[in-house]
């Protein structure tokens, strides 16, 4: 390990961020540098400007990879190396965001009706009534199901940041016939490994599977159950019945659903 990969990684720890954030960091530095054969320190703006263009046009990489590249040598160049050009020098894209992908209601029954698998339709269910993220749920423990207060503990979120989500009865139910058959030690949904949780790639292959045994013809990711249960969350017709007007927008901007996917919904927001 060079003595600059070393410093970055250390300026990194420093600042707390993820170990995946990291990993992530210093592979982008890694390969900026494998591309020009020579260590960061010696290459300048115009050497980032040629590296954009490669990933661009050659290598074709998606506009929110070419972020997280530009994001890794911004850390690299801001706060490590100290150098003051790069906010001016270097070109920041401008990311244009997708509508998302969101299931009807009937697409949801159909899929979790078609898990023959109770731990798949444990996991399933935790994404659907929650609204977390398939690494937050894959990260939950038995500990974290708060049956008493009726909550569930996201220990780190994205971020970092612990919150608690609400834990509905139905999914309750469901999670204790789960424990029951299963009896989990640690983990609420372990891998094949013992000692760790399962494995985000084996939750989009269930995904996958139960989309083609169904017969649905969007592309159902673990991701897709956050956008149906952003829209579900919000109530239909003039009566409040539901979280705060805050906690749409919130649920909106997680999700990146705008006014036009909400329309197309049929949700009325109050």
């Known amino acids: 390990m060079t003595k600059l990969r070393q410093r970055m990684i250390e300026d990194l720890r420093l600042r707390n961020y993820s170990p995946l954030t990291i990993r992530s960091y210093t592979e982008s530095v890694a390969d900026f540098a494998r591309f020009f054969n020579k260590s960061p320190e010696h290459l300048g703006p115009e050497d980032i400007r040629k590296y954009q263009l490669h990933l661009v046009h050659e290598k074709k990489v998606a506009w929110s990879t070419l972020q997280v590249r530009i994001a890794a040598l911004k850390f690299l160049y801001a706060q490590t190396l100290k150098q003051e050009w790069f906010v001016q020098e270097v070109v920041k894209p401008k990311v244009r965001r997708k509508l998302p ?47 008493q207060r009726m909550v569930i503990r996201v220990r780190e979120g994205k971020g970092q940041r612990p919150r608690q989500v609400m834990l509905s009865p139905k999914l309750l139910t469901l999670l204790r016939a789960y424990w029951r058959w299963r009896r989990p030690p640690d983990w609420l949904f372990p891998g094949e490994k013992p000692g760790s949780p399962m494995h985000p790639s084996g939750v989009r292959q269930i995904c996958q599977q139960l989309a083609k045994k169904v017969g649905i013809k969007k592309q159902v990711s673990p991701h897709i159950w956050r956008h149906y249960a952003a829209s579900r969350t919000m109530p239909r017709g003039s009566k409040r019945t539901g979280p705060r007007p805050s906690e749409y927008r919130r649920c909106l901007r997680a999700s990146h659903l705008t006014c036009g996917i909400v329309r197309r919904l049929g949700i009325r927001v109050v």
Request: proline share 2%.
């Open 101 to 147: 992908t969101v299931m009807s209601h009937e697409e949801v029954r159909a899929l979790l009706d078609a898990t023959p698998n109770l731990k798949h339709r444990a996991l399933l269910a935790t994404l659907y009534a929650t609204g977390l993220r398939c690494a937050e749920v894959l990260q939950l423990k038995i500990t974290d199901i708060d049956s």
